[in-house]
C-alpha cells in the first residue's frame, strides 16, 4: 500500500493516529499551523505524487477553523499532484442547515458540499449524516458509514435486562427501528416540540417502557436538552431506567451541566468528535472508537472494494 497515504489536520489527530496505526502505515507528516493573524498555513512535507490520499478531518469545534484547513489541505495535496483525494469527514459540520425551512435561511450542508468538489475532493468518507439526503448535495461518490456495529456490540455486552430503544423525536425512528431490529427489542417514541434551536420539550411517550431500561438513540448530543427531557418523561412513564447512544458528541453550552443533573445513567458516544477537558470531567461519559470502522473502510476504498459490506 505504498500508494496509500493518511494525512491530518488539527481537528482530531489522535483518531487519525489511531486509524493509520489500524492499517500499519504511518502519517503522511504536514505542517498545518496559523500565522499569528488567524490565516492557516499548511505544508505537506512528504511526497505524495499519484499517492491516493485520504485527509482525515471531522469538521467540529471550531468549525470554521477545521473547515478551512481541510479544504487548504486539499489544495495543496492537489498542487502536489496527489492522484486521488478522499475527504474523510467523521463529523460533517453544518449538516442541520440541510434544507430551507423558513424564508430567506441558507442550505449550509449544500454550500459545504460545493467547497469540498471545488478545492478538489474527489471522495467523501463520512460518518453518521445528520440527514442522509445530504450524500446528494455531492456530484462525486460518498460513502456514508455508521457507527450502529461499535453501539450494537456495546449494548449487547452491556445489558442483560430487557432493553426497548427510544427515539428522541420522529425524525429518528428508522435510525432507532433498525438498533431495534438487530437486538430484537421493542421500540418507543418520544413525541417532542422544539419551539426554538437548542431547546425543546418532550410531551408524550409512544410505546410501552414500563419496567425496561430504556436506551435514548441519536445521531449526535449537542447542548444535551433533548437527552435530558427525554431521560425525564421515560422516568416518569415508567422505565426502570435511561442510558443514551449518540454517534457525535458536540457537547456545546450548557450540554455537561445538563448531563451531570439529569437522570440518565450514562452517555455512549464514538470518538468522532475529540472530548475536551471539560467533557471528561462527566463521568457518564463513554466513548467507544470508531478507528478500526473507518480503517477498514478507508482499506476497502483504496482497493476498490465493496465498503457497504461492512454491515452485512
Not at 9 to 14: D, E, I, P, T, V
Not at 43 to 58: I, L, M, S
Not at 127 to 142: E, R, T
Not at 171 to 180: D, I, K, L, N, P
Amino acid at each position: 500500500m505504498q500508494d496509500l497515504k493518511v494525512i491530518s489536520g488539527n481537528a482530531h489527530r489522535k483518531l487519525a493516529e489511531e486509524i493509520a496505526a489500524h492499517l500499519d502505515i504511518s502519517l503522511t507528516l504536514a505542517d498545518v499551523r496559523k500565522f499569528s493573524d488567524g490565516e492557516i498555513f499548511v505544508e505537506v512535507k512528504e511526497n505524495v505524487r499519484g499517492a491516493d490520499v485520504f485527509v482525515v478531518q471531522p469538521t467540529c469545534t471550531p468549525v470554521n477553523d477545521n473547515l478551512m484547513e481541510l479544504v487548504i489541505m486539499v489544495d495543496a495535496l492537489r498542487r502536489a499532484s496527489a492522484r486521488r483525494i478522499t475527504a474523510v469527514v467523521p463529523y460533517y459540520g453544518y449538516a442541520r442547515q440541510d434544507r430551507k425551512n423558513a424564508p430567506r435561511v441558507p442550505i449550509s450542508a449544500k454550500v459545504v458540499a460545493e467547497m469540498f468538489q471545488v478545492v478538489g475532493v474527489r471522495r467523501v468518507l463520512c460518518m453518521d449524516l445528520h440527514a442522509g439526503q445530504i450524500q446528494g448535495f455531492f456530484n462525486i461518490p460518498v460513502d456514508h458509514l455508521y457507527a450502529a456495529p461499535v453501539l450494537l456490540e456495546y449494548i449487547k455486552e452491556t445489558f442483560d435486562d430487557e432493553v426497548i430503544m427510544v427515539s428522541p423525536d420522529a425524525g429518528g425512528v428508522e435510525r432507532t427501528r433498525a438498533f431495534a431490529k438487530r437486538l430484537n427489542s421493542g421500540l418507543a417514541i418520544i413525541d417532542k416540540r422544539r419551539d426554538k434551536p437548542n431547546e425543546c420539550e418532550a410531551m408524550n411517550v409512544i410505546g410501552d417502557v414500563r419496567g425496561k431500561t430504556a436506551i435514548l438513540m441519536d445521531d449526535m448530543v449537542d447542548t444535551a436538552g433533548t437527552l435530558c427531557a427525554g431521560a425525564k418523561t421515560l422516568l416518569a412513564h415508567g422505565a426502570k431506567e435511561v442510558h443514551a447512544c449518540c454517534s457525535h458528541p458536540v457537547l456545546s453550552g450548557p450540554a455537561i451541566e445538563r448531563l451531570n443533573a439529569s437522570e440518565l445513567k450514562s452517555l455512549v458516544v464514538t470518538n468522532s468528535i475529540p472530548l475536551n477537558g471539560k467533557e471528561k470531567r462527566c463521568d457518564k461519559i463513554k466513548v467507544l472508537s470508531v478507528s478500526s470502522l473507518l480503517g477498514d473502510a478507508i482499506y476497502r476504498i483504496h482497493n476498490e472494494d465493496s465498503v457497504s459490506s461492512l454491515f452485512i
